[in-house]
């Protein structure tokens, strides 16, 4: 016990520390799709993929079927995606930050089987799972 008195501002910043590195995978917990996941329902053709990335990147590579509305163009083009309320909707960018905020966006607009890519195009591909050029 006085062990715990004596160092408990250390104790403190541990248990602070240890919740601020957790924070981050607890908050995006059901809102991202693993690539196993991903390639399960993209074979199953139970999903969209909604590719947020700049034309360009797209044009790159992107997922088979995928469609192309970048992320800043999203909330004006939300209308082309009513038809697909009812499927799961997957975002895909590059390592998975912008497609976080368009499932934010997503959801907000009624989509709630809106996820995103876990790691993105960066780790499909680092899987070597196959791009459409």
């Known amino acids: 016990m006085k062990f715990l008195i004596e160092n408990i501002w250390l104790i403190g910043i541990a248990l602070i520390s240890g919740g601020a590195?957790?924070?981050?995978?607890?908050?995006?917990?059901g809102n991202t799709v693993s690539l196993l996941q991903a390639t399960q329902l993209i074979n199953q053709?139970?999903?969209?993929i909604l590719d947020v990335r700049e034309p360009a990147e797209f044009q790159a590579g992107h997922l088979r079927?995928?469609?192309?509305?970048p992320l800043k163009e999203l909330p004006n083009r939300l209308g082309e995606l009513?038809?697909?309320k009812s499927r799961t909707v997957i975002a895909v960018c590059q390592n998975g930050s912008a497609s976080a905020k368009a499932v934010a966006q997503l959801r907000k607009a009624g989509f709630a089987e809106a996820a995103s890519l876990g790691g993105g195009i960066a780790a499909w591909q680092a899987q070597g799972l196959p791009l459409i050029k």
Do not use: G, M, V
């Open 21 to 29: 590195l957790l924070w981050p995978s607890l908050r995006q917990r």
């Open 45 to 48: 053709n139970k999903a969209l």
């Open 65 to 69: 079927d995928a469609r192309n509305i």
């Open 82 to 84: 009513e038809k697909f």
